[in-house]
């Protein structure tokens, strides 16, 4: 006999409990806690995009902002460490080389954050050129740098 009580009971409440929610004239949106991404999650980020944009030689372009050239590059490797900047963007920076050149790199950055649940590359700069030194050979020229995860431009 308690146990159909209490039954009995339990289903009154979700009854009530239900219409209630239902009189509710301003239901509340119940906000989904952040996504956490770790160092893979960026890194499988930064290999489909760079997938997505290679041609089928494997080809990567990105016009430079500074001599208007459009580049074509491969994927060489994404630097270690990746990381978070603020609660919701992500930071990771690659290197690339000219296409029948391995030795002449760029270095190029992306920024990402989470849509739809995935992390997406929202922005990507050319971080450095290669010159050539005639002592050293080529070597990579930073554009810019950082202060505080802000771009400080270097010339």
């Known amino acids: 006999m308690k146990r159909g009580l209490c039954a009995g009971a339990g289903v009154a409440l979700a009854l009530w409990a239900c219409a209630a ?24 980020a930064m290999l489909a995009h760079i997938g997505a ?37 992500y930071f990771a920076c690659t290197d690339f080389h000219v296409v029948g050149e391995p030795d002449k790199l760029y270095d190029l950055d992306f920024w990402m954050r989470p849509d739809a649940g995935r992390l997406r590359i929202y922005d990507e700069k050319i971080h450095k050129e290669p010159r050539h030194s005639p002592l050293y050979g080529w070597y990579k020229q930073p554009r810019y740098t950082f202060v505080k995860d802000e771009i400080v431009l270097l010339y």
């Open 53 to 89: 944009r290679v041609d089928d030689a494997g080809v990567f372009r990105i016009r430079d902002e500074k001599t208007g050239e459009t580049l074509a590059l491969k994927f060489v490797k994404i630097h270690d460490p990746v990381r978070r900047i603020d609660g919701r963007t």
């Open 21 to 44: 929610l239902a009189d509710d004239p301003a239901p509340r949106a119940v906000e989904a806690p952040p996504q956490k991404y770790y160092v893979e999650d960026i890194k499988a």
